[in-house]
């Protein structure tokens, strides 16, 4: 019994966050009897992906301020204020918090014609769907599970998401959400394909499909541009962002497949777009910006330590991704659904195979690596 | 036919587009315009002659009941006071604050105002009586701002200062007021029916029968020249004269 907790808890400490800055704290701290314990068991570099970044605590900050970010920044940019009311002087900055509040306690209304079970399961299980893929994100050296398949296991994921809003249309059983629902569907085919083949194109390139050892290599976004606007495309498709916004179009089909649903259910739901939004970009940043790899800042960095720092740039490059990808919907309109399976049929499926030849010709031709 | 289609692009054409909107949207997520009036912190600034509340003077009216007549939707009706005079009063229910009363007021006793946010409980309060109409009605005023638009080659700017715009308009009096009088232009026409005795409010006609012949008399110091008579004299033998 002793020998297992000793394998154990060595396991635990050998892979510890090295946080030079708090070091002599963390020391005294672990002397410390159960409270030791714990934080040496969160600070262990698995569970701190899980808990802290980029996993959970990372996804609940975003999500609470990030929907502020995408509104205050469109209002900017469209002449607009954005949300204010909410403690002006922060400019509105806890709004969503106030929304949660009032989804949380919203009753949730299961209409006469659903599918009651499947109606009130999908809401929950999309959400779970969504956090799944960031088992495999890595910020930095920092990932919960290390596989040589992390971006392969990530992609598979990340294809799940349509699934559970097909279930969710299907199960409200209303004419919006039916609608809501084909349009995803028909849209799902038209990125998911060329989606994928930019991902291959980066994974042939780069030689590997373990996302710490892509962060030594140079950045895919210079090494092969195609790739990345494909992909930057296929993340907009996939989140159902403005131009793409097809399947959940307010005007004309009130928010598709999640018309039906109200209360905690609906904040999930709205809330979930973020969360795709956020593990894409994380994808993205790890794919083509070199994931947590940063120039050393002199006074910072030696402080931080590099398994921090690490995190720092990745969430700095992921935020700019995040930004970018939410800006799109104050620049375009809205495609058509013709014109938006015409898209994902034709420019992006040719755009990502000229990706994939453009990585086979440097990776053969010897230019790269 | 003439057909619509989608003009023409090459390629370098639609990437140099897109990247133009593209720019816009970063100058604008830099240094952004807005269109937004905050409205009960700031107010936008309205020209003088706007169309607002409609305020009363009693001493400057002159009983002409211009206002009820000229009003195309019936919003004013005149309703006698206890000097025995007659004055307006406007039920906003109706109002289309086309300020017709305003501009046909001869006295100069209607006067526009620039308040545009007075809120009623129900339809009964927005019959604003003439006592209610002498002062401006109470608003809150919670605006800190004051804003203009501006108008410069391209874009549309919203100019904000810090200052309070005053909602009254102090409005110059007309040069020179024209006193009117009024006049009988045909005497023995009149058929001494009396109309416009009853009819003038500030008793400047009088009747008297001298000979067994029935006289009327005008009298030009009294008479304020707001024409009841003459629109009601049935022979229309009256007529407005200057004094």
Redesign the interface.
Known sequence: MEEVINELMGTIMSNQLNIPALQPVLDSVSQLPVVGLLISFILWKPVFALLICPGLSTVGILLLFFPWVERK?CG??????GP?EIVPWLGGLIQLLADTLRFLFQEVIVHKDAHRPYFLQFAFLSFIAALLPLLFLNAGNVIAIETPYAIQAMLALVCLFPFFILGLGWASNSRFAYIGTVREAFMYFAYEISFIIAVIAMVVLYGTSNPLEMADKPWGLILNPIAAFTFFVGAAMATSRMPFEIAEADQEVAAGPHVEYSGIAFGLIYVMCYEKAYILAGLMTVLFLGGGSGPDIPGITPLLGNDLMGIVWFLIKTIIVLTTLF?LR???PRYRLDQGLNIGWGAMITLSLIALALSIVLVQGGIVL | MKKVTVPEQSTVEKAVRHAAAIGVAVKESVYPLTATVQYPRQRKKMPDNFRGYILFDPEKCINCWECAFICPANAIRMKEAPNKKYYPTIDYGRCIFCHFCIDSCSGGALRATKIHDVAYKDMDEMLTLTEEMIEPPEIIREDKKLVEYQIDEKDLRLKKTREEDNLIVEKAPPPVEIQMVSQCIDRASCIGCHVCEHVCESGAISSSIANGVMRMKIDTDTCTGCGLCVKECSMQILTLVRK
């Open positions: 920044l900017r940019i469209q002449w607009r204020v204010r800006v104050t620049i375009y």
